[in-house]
C-alpha cells in the first residue's frame, strides 16, 4: 500500500542519513560551507594548552632522556584531557549520534588553513610577499620571513596538502573504523604535532612521542591516500620519475611520503630545505613544474580532493543501500 511504501522510504532515508557514511557526508558539508571563527574552536584551546605545558615541563638545560620522558607524559596528560572528557559526554548523552557527529565536526577542521593559504596565495598574486608570508606563519611553525615566491608558494601547497591528510582523509577512515573518539584523538595528535614540532631544536627530545604515535596512526591514511594519488599520476603525462624515499631525522617520513605522492599526482615541485626557529632543515625534493606557477590550481586540486572523499561516502551510501538487510 502507499502509506507503507512511504513508512518503508523514511526509515530507509533515516537509516542512511544516520549511518556513519551519511554522518560524515553531513558533518564535511558543515564544515566547508557553515564558518566557525577559530577563537572559538576547540583545537584553539588545545594548542593554547600544550603551549603552556610544554613551557612548563620542556626545559632545554635537562637532559635529552629527562626531556622524552617530560614529552611523553605530556603527550599522555593531553589526549586524557581530550579524549576522556569526550568519552563520558559521548556515552553518557541520549543523543550519541548528535554527539559523535559534533565530534567529527570538530576532527574535521580546516577552515583556518584553507583561509590563510587562500589569502597567502591572492597577496602573493599581487607582489605583496610580506603580506603573504605574515598569513603562512600563522598556520606553520616554519620560519616563513625570508621566503622567496618560489618559497611561498611551495609552503602554501604543502600546508594544503598535509590538511587533505590530516584534517580530512585520516578522521574520515578513522571514524568509519573506530568512531567520533578514533577520528578525535588521530587528529589530536596532528595537532600537537603542529604545536610540537621535532623539526625545532627545542622539541627535538620533546616531541619525540608525539611524532612516533603520529607516525603509526596515520601510516594507515597515509599509504591508501599516497597509493590513490600514485595510481591517479600514472595516467597523467610527463609526470616526473618517484625517487627512493629517504628517511628524514626531524621531518615524518609519513608526511613526505604523502608529499611526494601528492608531487606525482599535480607535477608541482615539492619538498626541498625549510628553515624552523633559525636552523635550515634539509629535505628531500620532488620534481615538477615550478610551484609558484601551478599555485592558481592549489585551490582546485583541494577541492578536487574533497569531492574524492565525497565521492566514496556516496559510494558506501549506495553499497549501503545495495546491500542493506
Not at 583545537?43 to 620522558?69: C, E, H, T, W
Not at 568519552?87 to 553518557?92: C, D, H, N, S
Amino acid at each position: 500500500m502507499p502509506w507503507q511504501y512511504d513508512g518503508m522510504t523514511v526509515e530507509l532515508f533515516k537509516e542512511l542519513l544516520f549511518s556513519p557514511f551519511g554522518l560524515a557526508l553531513l558533518a564535511l558539508l558543515a564544515e566547508r560551507w557553515f564558518p566557525w571563527p577559530e577563537q572559538w574552536h576547540p583545537f584553539a584551546v588545545l594548542r593554547l594548552m600544550a603551549a603552556y605545558m610544554s613551557g612548563k615541563v620542556n626545559k632545554p638545560d635537562r637532559p635529552s632522556s629527562q626531556q622524552k620522558i617530560a614529552g611523553f607524559l605530556a603527550l599522555l596528560t593531553m589526549l586524557l584531557l581530550v579524549l576522556l572528557p569526550a568519552a563520558i559526554v559521548f556515552a553518557g548523552a541520549e543523543v550519541s549520534l548528535a554527539i559523535g557527529w559534533l565530534i567529527l565536526l570538530v576532527s574535521l577542521r580546516q577552515q583556518t588553513v584553507r583561509q590563510a593559504t587562500h589569502l597567502s596565495e591572492q597577496h602573493l598574486s599581487k607582489g605583496r610577499k610580506n603580506a603573504a608570508r605574515a598569513w603562512l606563519t600563522r598556520v606553520t611553525w616554519r620560519d616563513c620571513d625570508l621566503l622567496s615566491e618560489h618559497g611561498i608558494a611551495k609552503t602554501s601547497i604543502e600546508l594544503r596538502a598535509t590538511s587533505i591528510l590530516e584534517s580530512r582523509f585520516a578522521p574520515l577512515l578513522f571514524w568509519c573504523l573506530g568512531g567520533p573518539l578514533a577520528a578525535l584523538g588521530v587528529r589530536v595528535l596532528a595537532e600537537l604535532k603542529e604545536v610540537w614540532p621535532t623539526a625545532q631544536a627545542r622539541y627535538r627530545n620533546f616531541g619525540q612521542a608525539t611524532g612516533w604515535l603520529y607516525a603509526i596512526t596515520h601510516f594507515l591514511p597515509s599509504f591508501v591516500l599516497s597509493l590513490f594519488a600514485r595510481t591517479v599520476g600514472l595516467f597523467r603525462r610527463n609526470t616526473p620519475k618517484i625517487e627512493s624515499l629517504k628517511r628524514n631525522p626531524v621531518f615524518p617520513i609519513i608526511l613526505l611520503s604523502w608529499l611526494q605522492s601528492f608531487s606525482y599526482c599535480h607535477k608541482v615541485t615539492l619538498g626541498g630545505p625549510i628553515q624552523a626557529a633559525g636552523i635550515r632543515i634539509s629535505r628531500q625534493r620532488f620534481g615538477g613544474r615550478p610551484a609558484e606557477l601551478l599555485l592558481p590550481y592549489a585551490a582546485h586540486w583541494q577541492r578536487l580532493w574533497q569531492g574524492f572523499f565525497i565521492a566514496c561516502l556516496l559510494i558506501g551510501l549506495f553499497t549501503l543501500f545495495i546491500y542493506r538487510p
